[in-house]
C-alpha cells in the first residue's frame, strides 16, 4: 500500500524498527502467542530487464456469474505477485501460491500433467507452476456436498442444492444423511480469468520463521482445479469468508500483517516478505501507525473496503474525489478495495484524468508517447540519470494518498514511477504505475494494488475494523525475521 507520514527521525526510525522486529520474533517463540505465525512471501515476476510490473488491460471489477447464478467481484488478471508455499496432503506436496486480499478460495493446480491453463503461454517456460496429486496423498479425501464450504462455493440461497446436484436422493436430503462428494465448481475472477475444478480436503502444514513453528489443519478445504483460464498460478485466498486460507488456519478473529518488498527483489531465491497472521500483527503502537476504517460493503462482506479523500501530486491537492472512493451506493457499489492480487492502483474517470493532468504539469521532462503504446501505460517519461543510476524518483514529483480519519500516505520512492528499461544516454525512461477504472458502475470504484504498497506495513486489524499503514525497510524487516539469506 502506501507508506504513511511519520515525523521521526531516521535514527529513531531505525531503534523503532529493530525494536518491534525483535519483540515480534520473541513474541513468536513464546507461548503467549500460540495462533501466530511469521510466513515468508516469495515476490515472483516472469519480466526480463528490468525486473517490472506487466501492463494491465482491465481493471474493473466487473460482477460475474458463477455456475449457481451468484454474483461475485472479479479480479483483475495479475501475473506477477507475492507467493507463498503450501504443505498439502501426506507426504507433503509443496505448491506455491498467489496471496491475494481480493478474493476467498485457496486452489492448487491439480493433476500432474493434466492441468490445463488457456491462455497462459507466457507461463509455459516459468517454473513456479507445480501440480498437487491427490492420489499421492494418503489422508486426501473429497469434500462432501453438505459441507459448509460446498454450500458457501456454489452461493446456494438453499443448503440442499448442492447435494441436489450430486444427485442425492430426497429421503437422504430430508434426513441429511447424503454424503455425495461436492459438485464440481467453476470461481470467476476479473478480465475474464476463471478456474474449474472439484473442492478436497487433506492435512494442511504452514511453517513459521521460527524453527519449531508450525501450524497443521489437518482438513483444509481447497480447489483442486484441473482448468484454469488465465490463471495460471494458485492462490491463497485471504477474504474473510470460510473458504479462505486466513479463516481456515483460526487468525481471522485477529487479523494480520504484510511488509511486501519492492519489485527489485522479484526472482529473488534469497529473500521473502514478510507476512504475520495472528496476535503479533497486531502488537504494533498506534503511535507509530495510522489508522483509517474498513468500509463494510453490503454487497461484498468478505472483502477490504477503505475510503480515499483526496489525493496530492506534488504541493497540489487534486479536486473533485468521487464521494464512490469512500461510500457504497443503494447496491453497494463503491469504496475503495485493497487488493493484493491487483499490481496497481486504479482510479476511477474523470478523476483519474484529473491526476494524469497535474502530473503532466509539474513534470517538464520530454514524454515517451512511444513507451506509453507499447507499455499501455498512461505518462511515461525520460528521466535524467547521472551516472546511469535509475534512482532518481526524488526528480519526479511526489504523490499522497488521503484516507478516512486524517490518514496521509506518501508514496515511497519506487512507487509511482518505474523504470521500463535500462538507462541510456544518462537516461531511464519511468512510467506511472496508476491506471484507471474500465468503464461501469458495478463493484468498487477504486482498488488500492500491491504495487503502492511496497516497503509499507499494512495491518489489517479485524477485531477493531481498521487498516494500519506505516513506513518500513521491508528488506530489513525480512532479514531481522530470518528471510534474507547471505
Keep these: 500500500m502506501a507508506i504513511a507520514l511519520n515525523k521521526i527521525t531516521p535514527f529513531l526510525f531505525f531503534l523503532l524498527l529493530n525494536s518491534l522486529v525483535s519483540y515480534s520474533i520473541q513474541s513468536l517463540a513464546s507461548p503467549r502467542n500460540p495462533d501466530s505465525l511469521v510466513l515468508g512471501l ?60 481480493g478474493s476467498d478460495l485457496t486452489w492448487v493446480p491439480c493433476g500432474n500433467l493434466s492441468f490445463d491453463c488457456m491462455e497462459c503461454d507466457d507461463y509455459r517456460n516459468n517454473k513456479l507452476t507445480a501440480s498437487f496429486s ?57 478480465a475474464g480469468g476463471v478456474v474449474t475444478g472439484l473442492l478436497a480436503r487433506d492435512t494442511l502444514r504452514v511453517y513459521g520463521s521460527s524453527p519449531g513453528v508450525t501450524k497443521e489443519i489437518p482438513k483444509f478445504c481447497f480447489g483442486c482445479v484441473g482448468s484454469s483460464y488465465r490463471e495460471p498460478i494458485g492462490i491463497a485466498g485471504f477474504g474473510r469468508g470460510i473458504l479462505s486460507f486466513a479463516s481456515q488456519i483460526g487468525f481471522l478473529r485477529k487479523g494480520f500483517s504484510h511488509c511486501f518488498l519492492a519489485f527489485k527483489y522479484a526472482n529473488n ?67 475503495m478495495k485493497i487488493d493484493s492480487g491487483t499490481a496497481y492502483t486504479h482510479l476511477p474517470e474523470p478523476f483519474y484524468s484529473q491526476v494524469l493532468s497535474i502530473l503532466q504539469s509539474t513534470i517538464n521532462y520530454p ?12 505518462l511515461c517519461y525520460k528521466v535524467p540519470c547521472p551516472n546511469n543510476n535509475t534512482l532518481t524518483d526524488d526528480l519526479l514529483p511526489s504523490i499522497t494518498l488521503h484516507f478516512l480519519n486524517n490518514v496521509s500516505l506518501v508514496l515511497p520512492q519506487g512507487n509511482h514511477f518505474y523504470a521500463m528499461s535500462a538507462p541510456s544516454n544518462s537516461t531511464v525512461v519511468k512510467c506511472l504505475m496508476f491506471q484507471s477504472m474500465d468503464d461501469g458502475d458495478d463493484g468498487p470504484a477504486g482498488v488500492f494494488g500491491s504495487f503502492q504498497q511496497q516497503n509499507v506495513e499494512v495491518v489489517y486489524d479485524l477485531e477493531k475494523e481498521r487498516i494500519g499503514f506505516q513506513p518500513m525497510d521491508c528488506a530489513s524487516v525480512a532479514s531481522s525475521q530470518g528471510f534474507h539469506k547471505t
Design 367 to 378: 514524454r515517451d508517447t512511444g513507451m506509453e503504446m507499447k507499455t499501455g501505460f498512461d
Design 134 to 190: 491427490a492420489s499421492y496423498s494418503s489422508s486426501s479425501y473429497r469434500a462432501s456436498c453438505a459441507s459448509p464450504f460446498c454450500i458457501d462455493i456454489h452461493s446456494s440461497d438453499n443448503p440442499l442444492d448442492p447435494c441436489t446436484v450430486a444427485g442425492c436422493s430426497l429421503s437422504t436430503l430430508a434426513k441429511a444423511t447424503c454424503s455425495r462428494p461436492c459438485p464440481s465448481f467453476a470461481y470467476t475472477y476479473g
Design 269 to 335: 531465491p534469497n529473500i521473502s516478505s514478510s507476512l504475520v497472521v495472528g496476535d503479533i500483527a497486531l502488537t504494533s503502537s498506534e503511535d507509530d501507525m495510522q489508522f483509517t476504517p474498513l468500509l463494510n460493503s453490503p454487497m461484498y462482506p468478505n472483502y477490504y473496503y477503505i475510503g480515499l479523500e483526496a489525493i496530492t501530486v506534488g504541493n497540489v491537492r487534486a479536486t473533485e474525489v468521487p464521494s464512490s472512493l469512500r461510500e457504497f451506493d443503494s447496491l453497494g457499489n463503491g469504496g
Design 42 to 101: 516469495t515476490l515472483a515476476s516472469i519480466a526480463s530487464f528490468p525486473t517490472g510490473p506487466k501492463p494491465s488491460t482491465s481493471s474493473r471489477k466487473i460482477v460475474s456469474m458463477d455456475v449457481s447464478g451468484e454474483k461475485k467481484p472479479s479480479r483483475r488478471e495479475v501475473r506477477d505477485g507475492y507467493l507463498i508455499s503450501l504443505n498439502i496432503g501426506t507426504p507433503s506436496q509443496v505448491i506455491q501460491v498467489r496471496m491475494d486480499t
